[in-house]
């Protein structure tokens, strides 16, 4: 019999806690479900009131991945869901996850969690700018860190505050918390910011995705600031030959990396992580961190 486990006084069906996802390192699926229910705190608050894109990996990253919007079937009647149209159906709507009997129902599904750079009920008004750092090899997330770095006082030049986290793959992202903006203007804003970051470090960026042109250097991807995109959000595992997880660095870590493990993240070291330095990605939430594009920016 699948065990039931009380959630905050919902019953949750967890099923399959010795199965092994990651084959390379051993981690089960109920280690997967431990370290949610351990960072539960901080990720909830960058997920809360977000809806959320599901990347599934019910069998590990070697089995079959497979990307879902809507609300997965025999999805609990207490899941929050909202409305989210799109142009193939004007009354479709995804999950939310709420709280942490959500988080474990969702976690046992084995996913990773993504999210779109708006918040539930206001679709297409950003209230963060998102830059991913894609290295093309040889380069790897050492070249991320130099774009990173340029890219932070370049925002800060504009009065934007940009925050790190690596992808839990072999790039980085940037986070800029915003006063609510239409999403095509910090489209508008990010590409431009990727054109001038690929005339001022030409070794070293691109802004377009041209294969024949990617070796060596790092993409500036700003396309996942479009509404109809989503993230990795942070703390969340990621389906790789490890546990890899999406983790918030600082910008010492940032300008101190040398090699590539120096920016690799595994789950069992976030919750160290955490009682160290706290949610690196905090201040996204608190909305006296955020400000305007400059004027300029977008149409």
């Not at 590539?260 to 996204?284: K, M, N, Q, Y």
């Amino acid at each position: 019999m699948t065990p039931i486990t009380m959630v905050e006084g919902r019953r949750i069906p967890l099923s399959n806690l010795d199965k092994v996802l990651y084959p390379e390192t051993g981690f089960t699926k109920g280690e997967v479900l431990h370290y949610y229910a351990t960072v539960a705190g901080s990720l909830l608050a960058h997920i809360h009131n977000r809806p959320v894109s599901f990347l599934r990996y019910p069998d590990g990253p070697d089995g079959q991945l497979f990307f879902t919007k809507n609300p997965p079937p025999g999805t609990p009647a207490w899941v929050k869901t909202t409305p989210v149209p799109r142009s193939e159906d004007l009354s479709a709507e995804q999950v939310v996850i709420a709280d942490l009997p959500s988080l474990m129902w969702a976690a046992n599904l084995v996913v990773e969690f993504h999210t779109p750079q708006w918040p539930a009920g206001s679709p297409a008004v950003a209230d963060r700018l998102i830059i991913d750092l894609d290295p093309g090899a040889p380069a790897t997330v050492v070249e991320c860190c130099a774009v990173a770095l340029w890219l932070r006082e370049r925002l800060a030049a504009d009065g934007l505050y940009a925050y790190a986290k690596t992808s839990g793959s072999k790039g980085m992202h940037l986070a800029v918390p915003l006063e609510p903006t239409p999403s095509d203007r910090v489209s508008a804003y990010a590409k431009a910011l990727a054109q001038e970051a690929e005339r001022e470090l030409p070794d070293l960026v691109l802004h377009r995705m041209a294969k024949a042109l990617r070796p060596g250097k790092v993409f500036v991807d700003h396309s996942q600031n479009a509404a109809a995109k989503t993230t990795a959000a942070p703390y969340t595992l990621r389906a790789r030959a490890r546990q890899t997880v999406s983790a918030p660095v600082s910008w010492e870590e940032v300008g101190a990396c040398h090699t590539p493990s120096d920016l690799v993240f595994l789950a069992d070291d976030i919750p160290p992580r955490l009682e160290r330095d706290g949610d690196l990605f905090g201040p996204l939430t608190d909305p006296d961190r955020a400000h305007r594009l400059p004027k300029k920016a977008g149409p």
